[in-house]
């Protein structure tokens, strides 16, 4: 069974700087896109950065020189450096593999993390 897990969430000061992992496991034999996604309490989930199997990125206007993203592709891993962190940067974030093939050959698509709470307050 396929599973993305994050990590790394936690309470910053603003300022401050955090540093989420995504974790995939399971019968994977290769990851395409990743994404990072957050929501905020009564907001609409919102797509923050992206990465390509080939290391293209992508990121949301409001982060865009704050944030970095990479990936391991041996590991089926994703980091997302978080700095200059602002209190409307507070939400739960989730990773997401747009799709992945399977060791059976199989594709399995649209898989989620069940996300990290990131808080950033004084």
């Known amino acids: 069974q396929v599973q993305l897990v994050e990590s790394g969430g936690g309470l910053v000061q603003p300022g401050g700087s955090l540093r989420l992992s995504c974790a995939a496991s399971?019968?994977?034999?290769?990851?395409?896109?990743m994404a990072w996604y957050r929501q905020a309490p009564g907001k609409q989930r919102e797509l923050v950065a992206s990465i390509s199997n080939g290391g293209g990125t992508d990121y949301t206007d409001s982060m865009k020189g704050r944030v970095t993203t990479s990936r391991d592709n041996a590991k089926n891993t994703m980091n997302l450096q978080m700095n200059s962190l602002k209190p409307e940067d507070t939400a739960v974030y989730y990773c997401?593999?747009?799709?992945?093939?399977?060791?059976?050959?199989?594709?399995?698509?649209?898989?989620w993390g069940r996300g990290t709470q990131v808080t950033v307050s004084s």
């Open positions: 997401k593999a747009a799709l992945i093939r399977l060791t059976d050959g199989e594709y399995k698509a649209d898989n």
């Open positions: 399971g019968p994977i034999d290769g990851v395409f896109t």
